[in-house]
Structures are given as structure tokens and as C-alpha cells.
């Protein structure tokens, strides 16, 4: 007969958030099954006397077990460990982290802002030569396809360290590659301190490069921090906070260099507003290096949704990173999106690396326009960002919000494309904010609806993948778009994107909502965050959970 004192607390004084072992009176266990105090048993389930919880044998048709309960062979569940699904054993709430309490903490956001912080300040860094690249041409005496290799670096460096990178991440963890990151970040703006003479176009590189590597460490963690930190019904919303950074600092670098380094023939004067447009980047990103030693942790004490606790239960750190990859590419919705999303992403690239030079062939001499024209295009892309996060927290429908999302992606740069030659700055002005709401609106729902089609997967590798594809669609369509630009005028170059979108919308039609990671939430339901109060179990066929939040 196992008996449990319903008003059991955790280790921390807190009430127990799970329920406890719910018995009836007329229970009886074989004697040498012991169980966690943890697992709920539902009132009609009597373990016949002759039952032995081996795998192998096969339970008396009177004997119902909760599908989550893994009975590991030959071995009794001490209470200090759990059974979990596929027999791992994992750490009480003794240890650093208890699987049966399902909670939120409230260090999430600082580490989802700080985060978003270093972020934009290497999104900052990917633009800033492109913003003015008729400055830098003069300044360094190169071609303009030397500075378009400026940002292109940044795509170049993804594809080989994309895996080395995400295999990173399983291993070490977020913190790690949250150091490494913001750490080369800052290294990079400094080391451009250094390319400050005419001659050193190959240091301005160096620095570059140094900083495009820490963008691979960067551009796969928004799904990840989300999943680890957030809610159920916080997962986009995160997802594109965490976005919304690296596209606020696409949107500084189209506005800040035309204001601090104006176009200006004289060699001396030049050097000292470059050199305080990289003096200001460099301190920036020195403080947020050390912001992330001081706020990132590695993950919360409790996992903060059920679909989080259950991937670690399933985690195993003797899983094939090789059969890991090979399932994302047997999974052809994924695949799918994986190519849909590359399209879109690698048109944003492309336009984003190009677009003073569109702007300043129709219209001359308005760098700063054209700077202004990109900040408009990001900022309205921000804003579409978050409206769709909110909008799937609250709604879930992925398949149908990207689908509308990406048709009217091309139907803003049909619009766009068919306005940039009329003459009239403030109509392009209007045309690319509406185009760059979808455009890159877009970017952070291809990372939720991955993880969703991937669960549970790691969110890294998918995130990865996605990005990997953008790179590849990003070096691509910059260099032929460039190529078109030069030899046949922006509109040619401009219905040359038009046409990889039109395939991008119509293979996302194909993409089913095959929603997993909804489907492992929706086994268990979330109650909203309590404070402080105990959530006893009224009705015994039921198995609740309750979201806390947990102190800073």
C-alpha cells in the first residue's frame, strides 16, 4: 500500500506543482515495484500481484498505465530519481532542475533582451559598409563588388561553420555560445580600428570576417532561447523579440553611417568619421560582452512548457548527431520550408546589400534617403515581426499566417519594383515600408513553424537550416542581382527576385501543419502563472500542470 501526504512541498518551501501520487484506497502495488512520489496513477489502476514491470511481459488487461510512466527493467525508482519516457533517469528538484514542476522564470526576458542587444550590433556591423558603399569605394580605392563582398562574407562564413557551430550548442549549451558569440563580436569592431588608412582595406576585411563568424554563433539561437525560457504561449512572441534585434540593427546600419561619415573628398577628414562611427560600434559591443557574462545562464531551474520537459526527458547525449540531420531531411515538410525560406530571406539580403545603389541610380546624391529607405523597409519589418508573433501565440495557425505573409511579400515588391523609377522619393518611401512588413515580418515565423514541423528535434539545428539556405539564396541572388543591376537597370534586377518569390509562395502552399510540438503541449494543459498558490488535484483522470513564475 503506497500512501503520499497531499500536502507535499518541494525542496525550495514552494508548494509541489504536479500532483502527487493519487491513490485509491483500494490500490495494491507488487512489492517490488517502488514509485516516485511524483507519478500519478489514475484511481482504477490495480496492479495485479503477478504483474512484473518488465518490458517484455505483458500487463493484465485489468492494469492501466499512464502513457508517459516508463517502468525501467529490473530496477525500483528511488525517490530521488524520475522515470521518464525511454527509461532516463533525470535529477530530482534536489538537483538543477526538476522535470515534474513546469514554471517560467523571470530572468527570461533579460536574457531574451540582452540577447536581441548584441544581436543588432552585429546585424549592425553586416550593413554598415553596404549603407554606404559609394564612401567606402572612394575611401579604400576598391570596386563596388569589394564592398558587396563586405556583407557577403557574412553568408559565405554560415554554410561550412553552420553544423560545427550547432553541434556547439548541443554540447555546450547557450551560455557558451552566447559568450563565444558576443565575445567575437566585439573582437571584430575592434580589429576595424585598425583599417583606418586607405591602404588597409584587407584589416576592414579581417574584422569583418571575424564578426560574420560571430554570426553563426548568433543567428540559430532565437528558437532555441525561446523554447528553453518561454511558455507555450510565449514561444513566438519570444522568438520575435529575439528577431527583432537582429533586424533593429539592419535598420541602424541603413540610418547611422550616411549621418556620421559624409560623402567628403578628403582622405584625413573621412578616416576621422569612420573612425568614430567603429570607435562607438566597438564600445557597444565590449559592454554587451561583458552584459552577457553577467545576465545569460544556461537554462532555468524547471522547464517552462510540457513540450520542453518531455525534450529533455527524450534528450540523450548518445543520440547521432548524423541521424539527427538525416531525419530533418527525410521530413519534406521541413524541407519544404527550408527552401521557401532561403527564398525569402536570401531576397531581403540581397535587397538589403544592394539597396543604396538602386536608390542612389534613380535618384543622386541621396545616400541618406536611401539609408532612410532601408530603415523604413526594416522598422515596418519589425513591426510585422512581432504582430505575427502575438498572432500565433494566440492563434497557432503557422501554415496559414506564413502562406498569407509570403504572398504578400511579392505582392510589396511588385509593388515596390513598379515605384522606384516615378521619381518621387516619398512614394518609395511608402512602397518599401509595406513591402518590408511582410519581407521580413516573415523571418521569425520560418523559425517557429521549423521548430513546429521539427519537435523535438533541436531548435538550433533547425534554425540553422533555415539560415544556411538564406545564405546560400543570400550569396546568389546578391551577386546576380548585382550583375543585372550593372548591365540591365534596378528594374530587370528587382523582377528577378519578383520571380523566386512567385516559387517560394507557391511551394509554402504545399507545406502541411504538421504541428508537434502543439500536439505534445496540448496533452497536458497549462493553467496561466500563479502566484504562490497550491494547485491540488480535484479530478483524478486528469494530470495538471501549472506555469509559475520563478524569482530572478
Not at 500512501?3 to 517490488?32: F, I, K
Not at 529533455?312 to 521530413?331: H, M, P, V
Request: aromatic share 10%.
Amino acid at each position: 500500500m503506497v500512501s503520499e501526504d497531499p500536502n507535499q512541498q518541494d525542496h525550495d518551501g514552494t508548494p509541489s506543482q504536479t500532483s502527487a501520487l493519487q491513490e485509491h484506497p483500494n490500490l495494491s502495488v507488487h512489492p517490488s515495484v517502488s514509485i516516485h512520489p511524483s507519478v500519478s496513477i489514475h484511481p482504477s489502476v490495480s496492479a495485479h500481484p503477478s504483474v512484473s514491470a518488465h518490458p517484455s511481459v505483458s500487463a493484465h488487461p485489468s492494469v492501466s498505465i499512464h502513457p508517459s510512466v516508463s517502468v525501467y527493467p529490473s530496477s525500483s525508482a528511488h525517490p530521488s530519481t524520475l522515470a521518464q519516457p525511454s527509461g532516463l533517469i533525470q535529477p530530482s528538484s534536489s538537483g538543477p532542475e526538476d522535470l515534474s514542476v513546469i514554471k517560467v522564470s523571470k530572468r527570461r526576458w533579460a536574457v531574451v533582451l540582452v540577447f536581441s542587444c548584441y544581436s543588432m550590433c552585429n546585424a549592425f556591423q553586416w550593413i554598415q559598409y553596404g549603407a554606404i558603399n559609394n564612401i567606402f569605394m572612394h575611401f579604400y580605392g576598391v570596386s563596388a563588388f569589394a564592398i558587396d563582398w563586405l556583407s557577403m562574407c557574412y553568408m559565405v562564413t554560415y554554410i561550412p561553420l553552420l553544423l560545427p557551430v550547432a553541434w556547439l550548442l548541443e554540447k555546450f549549451g547557450l551560455r557558451t555560445i552566447a559568450l563565444t558569440g558576443s565575445a567575437l563580436n566585439s573582437l571584430g569592431a575592434w580589429v576595424k580600428l585598425g583599417s583606418l588608412q586607405p591602404h588597409l582595406f584587407p584589416v576592414t576585411m579581417l574584422g569583418q570576417v571575424i564578426c560574420s563568424v560571430a554570426q553563426v554563433f548568433i543567428l540559430g539561437m532565437p528558437s532555441r532561447i525561446a523554447s528553453v525560457w518561454f511558455g507555450a504561449n510565449e514561444v513566438s512572441t519570444a522568438c520575435s523579440i529575439a528577431v527583432f534585434g537582429n533586424q533593429l540593427g539592419i535598420a541602424i546600419g541603413f540610418l547611422v553611417p550616411p549621418v556620421l561619415v559624409p560623402n567628403i573628398k578628403d582622405q584625413d577628414k573621412l578616416a576621422y568619421h569612420i573612425s568614430i562611427m567603429f570607435y562607438i560600434i566597438a564600445g557597444v559591443a565590449t559592454l554587451l560582452f561583458i552584459l552577457v557574462i553577467i545576465v545569460f545562464k544556461e537554462k532555468p531551474k524547471h522547464p517552462p512548457s510540457r513540450a520542453q520537459s518531455l525534450s529533455y526527458a527524450l534528450a540523450s547525449t548518445d543520440a547521432s548527431y548524423l541521424s539527427s540531420i538525416i531525419r530533418f531531411f527525410k521530413n519534406l515538410n521541413f524541407v519544404l520550408l527550408v527552401i521557401t525560406y532561403g527564398l525569402n530571406a536570401g531576397a531581403f539580403y540581397a535587397l538589403s546589400t544592394l539597396l543604396t545603389r538602386m536608390v542612389i541610380s534613380h535618384y543622386p546624391g541621396e545616400e541618406v534617403n536611401a539609408g532612410r529607405i532601408g530603415l523604413t523597409i526594416v522598422l515596418a519589418g519589425m513591426l510585422g515581426a512581432v504582430i505575427s508573433g502575438i498572432w500565433l501565440d494566440r492563434t497557432k495557425t503557422y501554415k496559414e499566417t506564413t502562406l498569407v505573409v509570403y504572398i504578400m511579400t511579392l505582392v510589396g515588391m511588385v509593388v515596390y519594383t513598379s515605384t522606384l523609377n516615378l521619381g518621387h522619393l516619398w512614394v518609395v518611401f511608402i512602397t518599401a515600408g509595406a513591402m518590408g512588413f511582410f519581407m521580413t515580418g516573415y523571418l521569425p515565423l520560418g523559425f517557429e513553424f521549423a521548430v513546429e514541423l521539427t519537435y523535438p528535434e533541436s531548435e538550433g539545428m533547425s534554425s540553422g537550416l533555415l539560415n544556411v539556405s538564406a545564405q546560400v539564396f543570400g550569396i546568389i541572388f546578391t551577386i546576380s542581382q548585382g550583375q543585372i543591376i550593372d548591365n540591365y537597370g534596378t528594374t530587370p534586377g528587382n523582377i528577378f527576385l519578383c520571380v523566386f518569390l512567385t516559387l517560394g509562395a507557391v511551394l509554402t502552399a504545399f507545406i502541411k501543419a504538421d504541428l508537434r510540438r502543439q500536439d505534445a503541449n496540448k496533452e497536458t494543459p497549462e493553467t496561466k502563472p500563479q502566484e504562490g498558490e497550491e494547485e491540488e488535484d480535484r479530478k483524478s483522470n486528469k494530470d495538471p500542470t501549472t506555469v509559475q513564475e520563478e524569482h530572478f
